[in-house]
């Protein structure tokens, strides 16, 4: 039976509903939508009451008996489940081992698992050589940077070369590490902070804590320390059901330490808060429309004040958590006239001039792409190579631009209609600017004879070309900004989870720089409840995941030099929640909030401005403040038509020519003489444990040259 109503004694409508959804997941094994199930999640998290209704009786020792019986169940699938992956994973590694083996191709991780010692087993010294004695290579001085970014298994390869170095004591030797604990943010692919920590005790070192910050105004580190000071201790982690995230907030407020400004440096720092949602819109969108408003504001009001008092232009970095925001704002940012691009600049695809250039190029392979030739029918582009209707022959077309690439190449190609593009009034500046940027990638590769154009198009998709005009205004991830900075830092995407909890896997590392001790397929977090081993994996890798959320958070903040603008969503009647925006508003907001602007750090001072750039003259007592220009470079002037280097067709592909009558050759002597050197020396492995025996080394000559005086004249040379 089911509690009843007080007013009609009419059994709970959830609760029957409850019921009906237990006996029908359990009548189908479906262990997954039984966890789901909101009355037996409730008892699982230790709630033992359910619709205003007491769990009691008859009812809790039914879902006590459930609970053992799920717990069984799903630890028997999980197990399976874990044997036949770690199979599979066997099968595939030994495969792929194989394959790398037989076509000589590794990645660069391969070099670091290839020398880390496993098991006790080092591959190095198995060989009988210690890596940092090779070939006479004594190393005095290890210098190792960004530590807290170092992944266990590079550590275990270095180990023995630090503990070596650190050994001794004479002052010959010397052992440097720089490390942040804070600003750890690549736990995806490993890193392991808590190396750091173990390396002054492991090592027998004196930490020094730097705690003068060089790039930062105070105003600006004062922000960051009013937001991470106590971050433990905050609100927002007062959830009960969020306690995990409240012991990650006081792990990380252990190892924060204020901030101390070494330069006296003016800013500002403000909390916004965008618009509310509008219907049609996606969640995110407000918050980035607010963005490309207060990017474009800030950055023609600072380019005016920079102008007037000669300082040179301010950098402006939006820094996003993800990459798929990106495109969008790059974009919003240029629909304004104010010209972004990413890390490294973006595609040239970014321009409508490129863009119906390589459909020109893509409908010379593909002639019977009408797609592509009504793009180029919307361009000057065919009028100048003599077609006037596309569309109505595409063939024709294709045919011309093949023969004028087979005749002179691509680039000279993209130099005869630049002036067409610059001519046409459909484009804009950016356009034809980022089209001569085409047309000097097509230079670059003007060693090459593209018989495809689809390669040329494919290698302009990918390639990442910096336009300098766009370099003010840079639009990254926190993760792409590492070890950056800039004057103006705008951070639009705050209103994220600390932690998703997706992971494919769930694992435990007992000892920082040791082999993992635990790995599991991830059973989800309601089935990791119901074991108390799975819970503990789970929540170890739910608290790393808000650490580095937290050092995503201040690494972004710390980008900024002079402005910081935290830009978050409209909570509505929440206060953000456990979000990066939760965090921030928490920490700095007091008053209720009156319109966009939430909060503005009191100190602020909006008459900044970057500092002067400063030239030293040599035969001068004071520095002079000058404003460096880009330079304006050109190509010579020239009368004739530019021809580039072309390739005939045999070397496309590449890699080198023989002659046959080169190959008839008969070898010189230096050829076999260097052979036999070589073969000899390949005999020996390790120079001062060489024992030089002549007719053994003779022999093995023997197996290149016959002519025993050629051998023995190589053995003495």
Not at 42 to 55: E, N, Q, T
Not at 460 to 486: N, Q, Y
Not at 651 to 672: N, Q, R, V
Request: proline share 6%; charged share 30%.
């Amino acid at each position: 039976d089911v509690p009843c109503n007080k007013g009609d004694k009419k059994p709970k409508k959830l609760w029957l509903k409850a019921r009906d959804a237990m006996v029908d997941a359990l009548a189908r094994e479906d262990w997954e939508g039984l966890l789901t199930g909101t009355l037996f999640t409730k008892f699982l998290g230790g709630s033992y009451a359910y619709d205003r209704a007491p769990i009691e009786g008859p009812w809790l020792d039914t879902l006590a008996e459930l609970r053992v019986y799920v717990t069984k169940a799903m630890r028997a699938r999980l197990v399976v489940r874990n044997e036949r992956a770690f199979e599979l994973l066997k099968r595939y590694e030994a495969i792929l081992e194989d394959v790398k083996r037989e076509r000589g191709r590794y990645e660069f991780s391969d070099i670091t698992r290839l020398l880390a010692p496993v098991d006790g087993f080092d591959p190095i010294k198995s060989r009988g050589f210690d890596l940092a004695w090779r070939m006479d290579a004594t190393l005095h001085h290890l210098l190792l940077d960004e530590f807290q970014d170092t992944a266990p298994m590079q550590w275990r390869v270095l180990d023995a070369m630090a503990e070596e170095v650190c050994a001794v004591g004479g002052g010959e030797k010397s052992f440097f590490c720089v490390g942040d604990k804070k600003q750890s943010i690549y736990g995806w692919r490993s890193a392991e902070p808590r190396l750091l920590g173990s390396l002054e005790q492991r090592l027998n070192l004196k930490a020094k804590p730097l705690e003068k910050n060089y790039r930062s105004s105070p105003l600006i580190l004062k922000t960051v320390d009013q937001v991470f000071e106590n971050i433990g201790s905050l609100s927002v982690f007062s959830d009960p059901d969020k306690q995990v995230h409240a012991q990650a907030a006081a792990r990380f407020q252990e190892c924060y330490k204020g901030h101390i400004a070494a330069k006296d440096l003016q800013g500002v720092a403000e909390l916004r808060q965008a618009a509310p949602v509008a219907d049609g819109q996606k969640k995110w969108e407000p918050v980035v429309e607010l963005a490309v408003e207060r990017v474009v504001a800030l950055s023609e009001e600072l380019a005016e004040r920079c102008k007037m008092a000669g300082r040179p232009q301010v950098t402006i970095g939006v820094l996003v958590r993800s990459n798929k925001v990106i495109p969008f704002l790059i974009k919003k940012l240029q629909d304004r006239n104010a010209l972004a691009s990413g890390e490294g600049g973006n595609p040239l695809t970014d321009s409508a001039a490129v863009l119906h250039f390589l459909s020109l190029l893509h409908l010379a392979d593909h002639p019977s792409d009408s797609m592509a030739a009504f793009h180029v029918s919307t361009s000057p582009l065919p009028a100048a190579l003599g077609c006037a209707d596309p569309m109505a022959d595409p063939r024709g077309l294709s045919r011309l631009v093949r023969d004028r690439m087979s005749r002179s190449g691509v680039d000279v190609l993209c130099s005869d209609l630049e002036p067409a593009v610059q001519a046409w009034d459909g484009y804009s500046d950016w356009d034809r600017r980022r089209y001569r940027q085409l047309g000097d990638l097509a230079f670059a590769q003007s060693g090459r004879m593209w018989l495809r154009a689809d390669r040329f198009v494919d290698l302009v998709r990918e390639r990442k070309i910096e336009d300098p005009a766009a370099s003010r205004i840079k639009v990254m991830t926190v993760h792409a900004s590492k070890g950056l900075e800039f004057d103006v830092v705008v951070l639009p995407e705050l209103d994220i989870p600390l932690t998703y909890n997706r992971w494919p896997f769930l694992t435990s590392r007992s000892e920082p720089r040791g082999m993992l001790t635990a790995v599991t397929l991830n059973p989800g977090k309601q089935a990791a409840m119901l074991d108390s081993n799975l819970q503990t994996l789970f929540e170890e890798q739910s608290m790393r995941d808000v650490e580095e959320a937290l050092c995503v958070l201040y690494v972004g903040m710390t980008r900024a030099r002079h402005h910081l603008e935290l830009l978050v969503r409209d909570p509505g009647k929440t206060d953000g929640g456990v979000t990066p925006a939760g965090i921030v508003r928490v920490a700095l907001v007091d008053a209720e909030p009156d319109g966009q602007l939430l909060w503005r750090h009191p100190d602020s001072c909006d008459s900044w401005l970057p500092e002067p750039e400063v030239l030293e003259d040599s035969g001068a007592e004071d520095a002079v403040n000058s404003v460096a220009e880009d330079p304006k470079l050109a190509l010579a002037p020239s009368a004739a038509l530019r021809r580039s280097f072309t390739l005939p067709p045999s070397k496309e592909e590449g890699g080198t020519t023989a002659l046959g009558a080169d190959l008839l050759k008969p070898a010189k002597d230096g050829f076999w003489r260097g052979s036999l050197v070589h073969r000899y020396m390949e005999a020996i492995e390790w120079p001062g444990e060489a024992d030089l025996d002549m007719n053994a080394l003779l022999a093995i000559g023997a197996e290149i040259d016959p002519d025993e005086g050629r051998r023995r004249a190589a053995f003495s040379y």
